[in-house]
């Protein structure tokens, strides 16, 4: 079970950590691209257009790929269980506070799961923080119960809302009608 466990986390890790992101980088290059041109370059703007939809498209497919590979320990313990499997491989240490022992929907557990890993992963890599605080509860709007994640960091700040990592967590809370 451990190595299963581990080879979902490397294939998860190569996913996110190559193919996604060199999607996501060549995406956002072709609009570069694209919004750099004249606008009497019409053959031109429509076939980096379509360059872009094809882009987008490979990299949706990926995403639902990688979503399906999950670990064991999300399936079998929860949403609680996985946090604190997250917690304790993190880079940079973590307060966990999780008040929501009931299980979750089954895509609720792994979009939060996912957010709360990209941005641990987005922490490490470039807030040279020292410490990061996840809370995990649920608030009640508009008469329905909502899931909320909050990340937070003591770190340098910089975060662009165009980076990729960003632009992955908010692209994975928006597919379930989240925000």
């Known amino acids: 079970m451990a190595a ?3 080879a979902r986390r490397r294939i ?8 996604q992101q060199r999607l ?9 691209a694209q919004a750099a041109l004249p606008p009497e370059s019409g053959e031109l703007v429509a076939e980096l257009d379509s360059l872009v939809s094809e882009a987008t498209s490979a990299l949706d497919q990926l995403r639902e790929l990688a979503r ?3 670990p064991v320990v999300l399936v ?3 949403l609680h269980a996985a946090l604190e499997a997250l917690a304790l491989r993190s880079a940079v240490p973590v307060e ?11 895509q609720a557990e792994i979009a939060a799961y996912y957010a709360v890993s990209e941005a641990l992963t987005n922490v490490a890599k470039h807030a040279a923080a020292s410490l990061v605080q ?5 608030v009640e709007a508009e008469g329905a119960d909502l899931l909320r994640v909050e990340v937070r960091d003591d770190g340098c700040g910089g975060a662009v809302a165009q980076g990729t990592g960003l632009l992955g967590l908010k692209d994975r809370v ?3 009608g989240g925000s």
């Open 96 to 106: 966990l506070n999780v008040a929501v022992e009931e299980r979750l929907p089954e």
């Open 68 to 70: 399906g590979i999950h």
């Open 134 to 138: 996840v809370q995990v509860d649920t």
């Open 24 to 32: 996501v980088s060549l995406a956002l290059r072709l609009r570069a």
């Open 4 to 6: 299963a466990d581990h």
């Open 174 to 176: 928006e597919a379930l």
């Open 12 to 19: 998860e890790c190569d996913l996110h950590d190559g193919a």
């Open 76 to 78: 079998e313990g929860g």
